[in-house]
């Protein structure tokens, strides 16, 4: 018959920093001082403190420390999802600035569903966070209001808000598009089409925009038949494109609103027995890695998606040190990277 001594010891309560004081022989103000990242503790103290803190199994109370008015030490970042590059560069850059500012990150992924940016939102709000970044968020006027009300620190990455009271970190997606535009312009192509994004993003707007506004500076009218609106997921490039070089007067170039479209393109035009740059040219934007490892290398407008991603945590704890900070907006200039999917066209 089995005894309840030889049965393994289970803590019955959870270890506090009190117990982490009394172990390491040093007051509990040191040990707040030390589990919090300030300064000005010996060396050999901080060590004793952790050591303790380790070996007793010590786990923060965030939520406790929230309510007692303190600062948790974590950021909460929405991101869409995490399946392309374009988020992930975003994501390095901003977890490197936290790492660098002692800040912890807490990911939550949308996938575009319907209720869970607004649900993730207020979980973030609620619960145990700092601030919040948001990146290239959908439906935002059913939180931004109580956000800003409450004066919770929050920054839009890669997104518009039209009443000026959010902070916002963005590209030049207008020019950058413009210049995109201008450049196939340029190479003696004048059937350009654009694949456009995701309408409820204010950078696939901006991007529509600036093609047109190219187009027209240089004469050139613009064809509807031409325009196609994408999702930003390669997918939706390979349909739109695949319709565009079906199209009985197809165009001699292509301009997709972001890479993963621009390389959705590139399959479709293989698949028509296309050579590319020779039949067809192709320009993206963003810049993510993959658009430097496909064949042929991709011409692109490059924004820094990892400095974005570091300016938005910098600008973000800027207030959460003073929230009644007015909001600024930060935009981020773009760079036209040429390589190898584009060429001059002779009308051949």
């Given amino acids: 018959m089995s005894s309840k001594s030889n049965q393994p010891h289970k803590k019955s309560q959870k270890v506090t920093i009190v117990d982490v004081a009394n172990a390491s022989g040093v007051s509990y103000s040191t040990v707040s001082r030390v ?20 070996q007793l199994g010590y786990v923060a109370n ?7 008015g303190g600062k948790t030490g974590v950021i909460g970042i929405v991101v869409p999802g995490l399946d392309n590059g374009y988020i992930g560069e975003i994501i390095r850059g901003a977890d490197e600035e936290l790492f660098r500012s002692n800040f912890n990150m807490m990911l ?4 575009h569903l319907e209720g869970k940016e607004s649900t993730y939102v207020k979980t973030i709000y609620n619960w145990l966070c700092d601030g919040l970044l948001l990146v290239v968020p959908i439906t935002q006027s059913s939180y931004l209001d109580m956000l800003q009300e409450q004066q919770f620190p929050y920054v839009l990455v890669d997104q518009v808000d039209t009443s000026g009271d959010s902070n916002i ?13 201008v450049y196939l312009i340029k190479l003696g192509h004048r059937k350009i089409a654009h694949i456009a994004g995701m309408p409820e993003l204010g950078s696939a707007i901006q991007r529509l925009e600036g093609y047109k506004a190219a187009m027209r500076d240089h004469n050139i009218e613009i064809n ?5 609106e994408g999702d930003f997921y390669q997918t939706s490039g390979y ?32 698949q028509h027995g296309l ?18 490892i496909t064949y042929p290398k ?43 999917t584009c060429r001059v066209y002779t009308g051949d």
């Fill in 239 to 270: 349909e739109t494109g695949f319709h565009l070089l079906s199209l009985p007067d197809r165009p001699t170039a292509i301009f997709a609103a972001n890479d993963l479209m621009a390389l959705g393109v590139i399959e479709a035009i293989r």
């Fill in 169 to 181: 970190v963005d590209s030049t997606n207008w020019q950058g598009a413009y210049d995109a535009t």
């Fill in 108 to 111: 939550y992924t949308t996938h």
């Fill in 275 to 292: 050579s590319l740059p020779d039949d067809i040219s192709i320009i993206g934007f963003d810049d993510i890695p993959q658009s430097l």
């Fill in 224 to 228: 509807p038949a031409y325009i196609v």
């Fill in 62 to 68: 965030l939520q406790a420390r929230s309510l007692a």
């Fill in 298 to 340: 991709l011409t692109t407008v490059r924004q820094s998606l990892d400095q974005m991603g570091r300016v938005a945590v910098q600008l973000l704890l800027e207030h959460v040190d003073q929230p009644e900070r007015p909001p600024r907006r930060i935009t981020l200039a773009t760079q036209l990277i040429e390589r190898e």
């Fill in 35 to 54: 589990l919090n990242g300030f300064e000005h503790v010996k060396d050999s103290t901080r060590q004793r403190v952790l050591d303790a803190a380790e």
